[in-house]
């Protein structure tokens, strides 16, 4: 399950506006590279919707089945807010609604 955790208002190329729900999904531990100790956190993305912002922010704290997914992607440049340090990445983060057989899968186990 993802959890809607924000709304994000963009514009296209045209400059016309358009609403992405912020997806989160369920903790997760991770070993660090540089340090080998693991700390958790929580895989997140944006996906485009139909609704009005007011709509969309009715929505938040509402789950999805489904997952985000780590996807490979040509490198690009990304700045750390925090930081400042651009780093080249070679990924994205996508949503992946479950499908109806993994959600008898999931169901059933639960009886």
Do not use: W
Request: hydrophobic residues 35%.
């Amino acid at each position: 399950m993802v959890k809607i955790i924000g709304v994000k208002v963009s514009e296209n190329k045209d400059g016309t506006e358009f609403i992405s729900l912020k997806l989160q999904g369920g903790a997760e531990a991770v070993q660090s590279l540089q340090t080998g100790k693991f700390y958790l956190t929580a895989r997140s993305c944006y996906i485009s919707c139909t609704f009005t912002q007011a709509e969309a922010e009715g929505f938040i704290g509402s789950e999805l089945p489904g997952k985000v997914v780590r996807v490979n992607s040509d490198a690009y440049q990304y700045t750390i807010k925090e930081t400042g340090e651009v780093i080249s990445l070679s990924h994205r983060y996508e949503f992946i609604p479950e499908t109806k057989a993994e959600r008898r899968v999931r169901e059933n186990a639960a009886i």
